[in-house]
């Protein structure tokens, strides 16, 4: 686990800007704060230290195999969005880790619990790792580009025409039944932005033939309706003619950015962008929750009614990161998403301000500061919310011709634009291991332990 020197935190303290106090228009407070909720996240692990197959890379219960995937793809973007590269080696052992015998994130170790969704969240941030050219030094393993179409390769055969005309199961096993009978929005939502990501990664069309297919199949089905509000799936014992119409926050954001990357691909497609805007607009139904809480983000399918699970308590964070994304590939969002996400990263940052410290991050935003709600998936939505104020500072991710297999720091690229004006980062605590820091991780798991009384929408 990560803990910050007690000198160098003292040394640095009047150069710290608190979660709380965030300052959106300032680059230097933006990356502080975001070092600050980044450290509260990777607090949470410590499989680089025990360094055990079963414990690198992944966290401690109650966290499933996939939420440790989503977790590098948040800390990927703060190292690609602030210029921080403080974790990058941690990043990579865990990444490297889990890519399996295969080296497509089939990974034994955690089959009891690996779907399709949770493949796809690692194959996000392999593809964040690919379009940023993060180095990748191991000569026994391939580049994080071949990883990811490995990863597609093993997708593309589960796409099942038997029933419901097409579509991917939630689960792959068929030694783990729960999820088998039903298709999911976040599994083939995945398995979308993976084939557009690779489509505009390699300039091969066939990962967008396959994009296209997928959006077809999901609007006939029914899980993106013709608002574009996108739902949680179906059950094949009945064709999937009944839409479960629970919607969660995530999924709209995949098939968002999705919808985004095509539109950059196909140099404007104007039907990829009205897809887009569409599925922006219909966004805002995870925004202002209350009169007095105008453009704040909320999960409004548990949130207001106490029923979140640790899983949904992250679901924020990949709207917020796909909503920053998707400005990157189609700028003419950026005003609509800054208006909602600004306001949510002020509320983020002020819900931030939990424990002793002041630093620990909440589940609500909308309550004015912090609730008491705490863990992985709370540190991981703050973060993903308030260091994308810095995206339009950092580089678009990188396309065909430009993605290279780096293999050492010396030669990797800037991470960031030097168009943009960036003021020098406030310094960064040094990271280090420490058994200090067991009190703040004992403090959390009593907090997490009485949040597994919460009611459950999944198994």
Not at 59 to 71: H, I, K, T, V
Not at 77 to 94: F, K, L, W
Not at 222 to 235: I, K, P, S, T
Not at 294 to 311: K, L, S, W
Request: with cysteine.
């Amino acid at each position: 686990m990560f803990v910050k020197s007690i000198h160098t935190a003292a040394a640095l303290a009047a150069a710290i800007t608190l979660p709380k106090d965030l300052n959106v228009n300032d680059p230097a407070s933006i990356r502080s704060a975001a070092s600050t909720i980044a450290y509260g996240l990777m607090s949470y692990y410590s499989g680089n230290v025990t360094n055990t197959p079963e414990t690198i890379a992944v966290f401690p219960e109650p966290y499933y195999w996939w939420e440790a995937g989503a977790a590098w793809g948040a800390m990927l973007d703060y190292s690609h969005y602030t210029g921080d590269s403080s974790y990058d080696e941690v990043i990579t052992q865990a990444l490297l880790s889990q890519v399996g015998p295969k080296f497509d994130f089939m990974q034994p170790l955690h089959f009891g619990s690996e779907g399709n969704d949770d493949q796809a969240f690692w194959s996000f941030a392999v593809l964040e790792a690919a379009e940023r050219n993060f180095p990748q030094l191991n000569d026994t393993i391939p580049p994080w580009l071949d990883i990811a179409e490995n990863i597609w390769n093993t997708m593309a055969p589960r796409w099942n025409e038997s029933h419901c005309g097409g579509g991917l199961a939630w689960q792959i096993f068929e030694s783990n039944p729960n999820g088998m009978s039903y298709k999911n929005s976040v599994s083939n939502g995945g398995f979308f932005q993976l084939s557009a990501r690779l489509a505009r990664a390699t300039g091969n069309d066939t990962y967008r033939d396959w994009a296209q297919k997928i959006w077809d199949w999901s609007e006939k089905v029914g899980f993106v309706d013709d608002q574009f509000n996108v739902y949680d799936g179906a059950d094949i014992k009945d064709n999937c003619e009944k839409v479960n119409k629970l919607s969660f926050s995530y999924a709209q954001g995949i098939y968002m950015y999705g919808a985004a990357v095509l539109f950059n691909y196909t140099n404007g497609d104007k039907t990829w962008g009205d897809r887009t805007n569409g599925l922006l607009k219909a966004a805002d139904s995870y925004f202002s929750p209350y009169p007095n809480a105008t453009n704040i983000m909320f999960e409004h399918a548990c949130e207001p009614y106490e029923v979140c699970n640790n899983d949904m308590k992250s679901f924020k964070g990949y709207l917020s990161r796909f909503m920053w994304a998707t400005s990157r590939m189609m700028p003419s969002t950026l005003p609509r998403v800054q208006t909602l996400l600004n306001a949510s990263a002020i509320a983020a940052g002020k819900a931030c301000s939990g424990v002793e410290n002041g630093t620990v991050c909440g589940q609500k935003w909308y309550v004015g500061g912090f609730d008491g709600v705490v863990g992985l998936g709370q540190q991981m939505t703050a973060l993903e919310t308030v260091q994308g104020l810095l995206a339009q500072q950092a580089l678009p991710p990188f396309k065909a011709g430009e993605i290279k297999h780096v293999k050492g720091t010396e030669n990797a690229p800037p991470t960031t634009n030097p168009a943009a004006a960036s003021p020098t980062p406030s310094p960064s605590p040094t990271k280090r291991s420490n058994s200090a820091g067991s009190t703040l991780v004992d403090w959390r798991w009593s907090l997490l332990a009485l949040g597994s009384a919460l009611a459950l929408y999944f198994a």
